[in-house]
């Protein structure tokens, strides 16, 4: 099913940061344009000027995008997700140039699921930048802006 840019976005916040609140969701909401909007690196060359929809379906991404995980359904994705007005105030908000400052330019999150945030991304493409709820947030490295 094609949703539009708007629905598509609320359905991935509420997918990932649905039960962080507000902030966990602003702050998702905000990476997401982050990379959107980001001169250099991978995500410029994915959104080509700017383009949403081409983000939140990068390959590989967002676990909220795909139906089957390690070869088993994934019921939680955004096919499934039925999102609110308070879903769509968010995106609104984030496609209108909202900002939420306490995740900086920081393009990538996940939720560790533990206490600590490790120091880098996984990948070492991000370095730690803030913890909102259950996620980490994480700024690009010299090595990002590489690739």
């Known amino acids: 099913m094609a949703y539009d840019t708007r629905e598509l976005l609320a359905r991935l916040i509420q997918c990932e940061a649905g039960g962080e609140g507000d902030d966990g969701m602003r702050a998702v909401a905000t990476v997401i344009m982050n990379r959107a909007?980001?001169?250099?690196?991978?995500?410029?060359?994915?959104?080509?000027?700017?383009?949403?929809?081409e983000i939140i379906l990068q390959p590989g991404q967002f676990v909220c995008t795909r139906t089957s995980v390690g070869g088993e359904y994934n019921p939680q994705n955004i096919y499934n997700m039925s999102p609110t007005n308070e879903h769509f105030a968010i995106a609104d908000w984030a496609l209108g140039g909202g900002r939420f400052d306490p995740v900086g330019e920081s393009l990538f999150?996940?939720?560790?699921?533990s206490a600590g945030c490790a120091p880098y991304f996984p990948t070492n493409v991000g370095v730690i930048y803030n913890r909102i709820g259950n996620h980490c947030f994480y700024t690009p490295t010299s090595y990002y802006k590489s690739t």
Request: net charge positive; proline share 9%; no cysteine.
């Open 109 to 113: 999150f996940y939720n560790p699921y």
């Open 37 to 53: 909007n980001t001169p250099y690196g991978e995500f410029s060359r994915v959104s080509q000027g700017g383009n949403v929809r």
